[in-house]
């Protein structure tokens, strides 16, 4: 793991920072959500990835492929987290400022 | 936090350009990542001895293909590509290189090159044999046709090594190693190769042994030529040493009274057994044609040349064959010389005196029996006998002054009379001999040095 890291720390911070950004957007986006069944059913597919990719069930480069696609999903998950973190306490302190004002 | 929560609903459309990301990121490390991962599995098997390595790397799964020369070695080597980081999977399709029962190795040459075969235990060894065999053998052609296997015995590079190294002292050769039992055949380049590899081979390693040595050493030539124009008999080939030189050049000088022995004999070891005692009846045969050859190759012996009389053609081969060493063959290629025309009694006369000037018959000491040395010299004596065949001649026996006189009287009629002996059985008639002996009562020379006495022993020929 910490190879793959070293290796492809380049996509994979390229991939945090698209979901930073992701959760940035995510907090003051109007559009609709995914429902929570959906989100269960990306979840459970997540998982179904990962248990592959655990047992090393597909071989060659194709299972280079999901692990690297694991990687990027998981940076970039990671990634917006913070992303919306920070942007809710903006919003939240600007809506704070607004009543005050 | 619940509002986080409804945040993470809004986080999908992030996965369009993350998964554009991904095909990017696939694109270009794959084949990078591939190649990185064969390098660092190809340096993790540097150390261990394998033989056909193949490395083939799918994404993160490396394929490995080799023969292992030991279960260690193949477990040793997968570990070690397994430690490699960032290497997946390992699929191991490496094999045990055969075993060999027996281990066989070979190495033959023929007339263009030498060639290494059968097994060899280790790619390593397999090139230092090669090596040995450039090292030992110069500019001949090196065919390595081994092929790897296990189960060779201990120090089975130290004996082939060796094996290698008798090849250069053979001509062709074939050797075999079977487990640890040498088979050798072939021809020796030189005399005395055959003896130097039998040598060479006390020092293969403990538990090796020569199960057949079969080398086979050029024939050991010995010549003799006579040449009647240049008087003299020129002695080429070998001997056995220097104490067996020294005897035949002796034998010769006795036995060509009237030539002068040219010495070109060279001394080498691989003689068969009973060279010498073969060789001076041979150069007896010799010393009884007026001009040819003789030729010793091994254990055979063939004589050529003319001889003095018809008689003396059957006699030289009896008794060439009479006085051979067991196991050595004889050829006799004798014809008669052409008589020589004839003389009236005072030329004959001068030329038995002439004859006896140039040396004395042999008798073996205190006895009538003639030396065998003698045998060219009565040949000469009949043959210039027939020249004048019809001149009646007293043969007169003389000894030295030792002994009492008529000891010394009976051992001279005795010994004219097996001079005549000789000269009958030779053809000539007996009515034209008298045997006579006169003691030691007319010495030319003083009794009282050797010389002197050497002198005093003689025959004389009177021709009437």
Not at chain 2, 235 to 251: C, E, F, M, R, S
């Given at each position: 793991?910490?190879?793959?890291?070293?290796y492809?720390w380049?996509?994979l911070?390229?991939a945090?920072?698209?979901?930073?950004?992701?959760?940035?957007?995510?907090?003051?986006?109007?559009g609709?959500?995914?429902?929570?069944?959906?989100?269960q059913?990306?979840?459970l597919?997540?998982?179904?990835?990962?248990?592959?990719a655990?047992?090393?069930?597909v071989?060659?480069?194709?299972?280079?492929?999901?692990?690297?696609?694991?990687l990027?999903?998981?940076?970039?998950?990671i990634?917006?987290?913070?992303?919306?973190?920070l942007?809710?306490?903006?919003?939240?302190?600007?809506?704070?400022?607004?009543?005050r004002a | 936090?619940?509002?986080?929560f409804q945040?993470?609903h809004?986080?999908?459309p992030?996965?369009?350009?993350?998964?554009?990301?991904?095909?990017?990121?696939?694109?270009?490390?794959?084949?990078?990542?591939?190649r990185e991962?064969?390098?660092?599995?190809?340096?993790?098997?540097e150390?261990?001895v394998?033989?056909?390595?193949?490395?083939?790397?799918?994404?993160?799964?490396?394929?490995?293909?080799?023969a292992?020369?030991?279960?260690?070695g193949?477990q040793?080597a997968v570990?070690?590509?397994?430690?490699v980081?960032g290497?997946r999977?390992?699929?191991?399709?490496?094999?045990?290189?055969?075993?060999?029962r027996p281990?066989?190795?070979?190495v033959e040459?023929?007339v263009?090159?030498?060639?290494l075969?059968?097994?060899?235990?280790?790619?390593?060894?397999?090139?230092?044999?090669?090596?040995?065999?450039?090292?030992?053998?110069?500019?001949?052609e090196?065919?390595?046709?081994?092929?790897?296997?296990r189960?060779?015995p201990?120090?089975?590079d130290?004996?082939?090594s060796?094996?290698i190294?008798?090849?250069?002292?053979?001509?062709?050769a074939?050797?075999?190693?079977?487990?640890?039992?040498v088979?050798?055949s072939?021809?020796?380049?030189?005399?005395?190769?055959?003896?130097?590899?039998?040598a060479?081979?006390k020092g293969?390693?403990?538990?090796?042994?020569?199960?057949?040595?079969?080398?086979?050493?050029p024939?050991?030539?010995?010549?003799?030529?006579?040449?009647?124009?240049?008087?003299?008999?020129?002695?080429?080939?070998?001997v056995?040493?220097?104490?067996a030189?020294?005897?035949?050049?002796a034998a010769?000088?006795?036995k060509?009274?009237?030539?002068?022995?040219?010495?070109?004999?060279?001394?080498?070891?691989?003689?068969p057994?009973?060279?010498v005692?073969?060789?001076?009846?041979?150069?007896?045969?010799?010393?009884?044609v007026?001009?040819g050859?003789?030729?010793?190759?091994?254990?055979?012996?063939?004589?050529t040349?003319?001889?003095l009389?018809a008689?003396?053609?059957?006699?030289?081969?009896?008794?060439?064959?009479?006085?051979l060493?067991?196991?050595?063959?004889?050829?006799t290629?004798i014809t008669?010389?052409?008589?020589?025309?004839?003389?009236?009694?005072?030329?004959?006369?001068?030329l038995?005196?002439q004859l006896m000037?140039?040396?004395?018959?042999?008798?073996?000491?205190?006895?009538?029996?003639?030396?065998?040395?003698?045998a060219?010299?009565?040949?000469?004596?009949v043959?210039?006998?027939?020249?004048?065949?019809s001149?009646?001649?007293?043969?007169?026996?003389?000894?030295?002054?030792?002994?009492?006189?008529?000891?010394?009287?009976?051992l001279?009629?005795?010994?004219?009379?097996?001079?005549?002996?000789?000269l009958?059985?030779?053809?000539?008639?007996?009515?034209r001999?008298?045997?006579?002996g006169a003691?030691?009562?007319?010495?030319?020379?003083?009794?009282a040095?050797v010389?002197?006495?050497?002198?005093?022993?003689?025959?004389?020929?009177?021709v009437r």
């Amino acid at each position: 793991m910490s190879f793959l890291l070293t290796y492809l720390w380049g996509w994979l911070a390229a991939a945090w920072f698209l979901g930073f950004a992701m959760g940035w957007i995510s907090v003051v986006s109007h559009g609709r959500g995914l429902s929570r069944a959906t989100l269960q059913q990306a979840l459970l597919l997540a998982v179904a990835l990962l248990a592959l990719a655990a047992v090393q069930a597909v071989p060659g480069r194709a299972g280079y492929g999901l692990d690297l696609a694991l990687l990027m999903l998981a940076a970039y998950v990671i990634g917006c987290v913070p992303g919306a973190w920070l942007r809710g306490k903006v919003v939240a302190r600007n809506l704070r400022r607004s009543a005050r004002a | 936090m619940r509002r986080f929560f409804q945040w993470t609903h809004k986080w999908w459309p992030g996965l369009v350009p993350l998964a554009v990301l991904w095909v990017a990121a696939l694109w270009s490390t794959t084949a990078p990542l591939e190649r990185e991962l064969a390098a660092r599995a190809g340096q993790a098997l540097e150390g261990n001895v394998l033989d056909q390595t193949q490395l083939g790397v799918s994404g993160r799964d490396l394929t490995f293909a080799a023969a292992a020369f030991s279960r260690e070695g193949r477990q040793s080597a997968v570990a070690a590509i397994e430690a490699v980081p960032g290497i997946r999977l390992v699929i191991d399709e490496s094999r045990l290189v055969p075993e060999a029962r027996p281990f066989v190795w070979t190495v033959e040459r023929d007339v263009v090159r030498v060639t290494l075969g059968g097994n060899a235990p280790l790619p390593a060894i397999r090139a230092r044999l090669v090596e040995t065999a450039r090292a030992s053998l110069g500019e001949v052609e090196i065919a390595d046709h081994m092929r790897l296997a296990r189960g060779a015995p201990a120090r089975f590079d130290a004996a082939a090594s060796l094996l290698i190294e008798q090849v250069a002292k053979l001509k062709d050769a074939r050797i075999s190693l079977s487990d640890t039992a040498v088979k050798l055949s072939g021809m020796a380049r030189e005399l005395g190769g055959r003896e130097a590899i039998a040598a060479a081979l006390k020092g293969l390693p403990p538990g090796y042994s020569v199960a057949a040595n079969v080398i086979q050493a050029p024939p050991y030539v010995f010549q003799a030529n006579k040449d009647p124009v240049a008087d003299t008999v020129t002695l080429t080939g070998n001997v056995p040493d220097d104490t067996a030189k020294d005897h035949i050049i002796a034998a010769a000088g006795r036995k060509f009274f009237n030539e002068k022995v040219v010495d070109q004999l060279r001394t080498s070891i691989g003689a068969p057994a009973g060279f010498v005692a073969a060789a001076i009846p041979a150069l007896e045969a010799l010393s009884r044609v007026s001009t040819g050859s003789l030729v010793i190759s091994d254990r055979e012996i063939t004589v050529t040349g003319d001889a003095l009389y018809a008689a003396a053609v059957t006699d030289i081969r009896l008794n060439l064959l009479s006085h051979l060493p067991k196991d050595w063959r004889a050829k006799t290629e004798i014809t008669v010389r052409p008589a020589v025309g004839p003389v009236d009694a005072t030329v004959c006369q001068d030329l038995l005196m002439q004859l006896m000037g140039k040396a004395a018959i042999r008798f073996e000491s205190g006895d009538a029996t003639i030396d065998r040395d003698s045998a060219g010299l009565l040949d000469r004596v009949v043959e210039t006998a027939m020249r004048c065949p019809s001149a009646p001649i007293d043969v007169i026996g003389h000894t030295d002054a030792e002994g009492e006189e008529p000891a010394n009287q009976l051992l001279s009629e005795r010994r004219a009379q097996a001079v005549v002996d000789y000269l009958v059985k030779a053809g000539l008639p007996p009515e034209r001999f008298t045997a006579l002996g006169a003691g030691s009562l007319r010495p030319v020379a003083s009794n009282a040095t050797v010389e002197g006495r050497a002198q005093n022993r003689r025959i004389e020929f009177v021709v009437r």
